[in-house]
């Protein structure tokens, strides 16, 4: 049990920001044959705070995602003391299509654990960033 009333905070944009660009991995929330799904895929923050992926050009993400809205979603958990965060970003995902900014995500962007022949950056933008952190205290044992 919890011995904090409050053990739920709202996050504000900033703080959200700085946390996602804490934790490598995250999961795109998208629409696939008018179902939900859910991916998990290494990203990394760009400068204007959207979400960037690096994938492969034919991959079904990229068919199902490009210029849709879509959710993202990262967090952080301690199931030892009940604490950690969670941050969404709502935006639209387009594929980066102009070769100098593609060339700049190649050298400083996210990369991707997969080997990939060739490579597509997804940027997802940051129009909508939530995050909800869970402060809890350890349970008697």
């Not at 929330?29 to 050009?57: C, E, K, M, Q, W």
């Given at each position: ?26 999961r795109?929330v ?18 204007d705070?959207a ?64 080997p ?13 960033v939530?995050g909800?952190?869970l ?7």
């Amino acid at each position: 049990m919890f011995q904090n009333d409050n053990a739920f905070r709202a996050l504000g944009r900033q703080e959200c920001l700085r946390l996602l660009a804490k934790v490598p991995v995250g999961r795109v929330v998208y629409t696939r044959h008018a179902l939900p799904a859910v991916l998990p895929i290494n990203f990394s923050l760009g400068t204007d705070s959207a979400v960037l992926l690096r994938t492969s050009p034919g991959s079904d993400l990229v068919r199902a995602i490009a210029g849709v809205v879509v959710a993202f979603e990262a967090d952080e958990f301690d199931a030892a003391t009940r604490s950690g965060w969670s941050v969404v970003v709502t935006g639209r995902a387009t594929v980066v299509t102009d070769p100098a900014e593609h060339e700049r995500l190649a050298q400083s962007g996210p990369t991707s654990w997969m080997p990939l022949r060739e490579t597509v950056f997804v940027r997802i933008d940051s129009e909508m960033v939530t995050g909800r952190e869970l402060g809890g205290t350890r349970v008697p044992q």
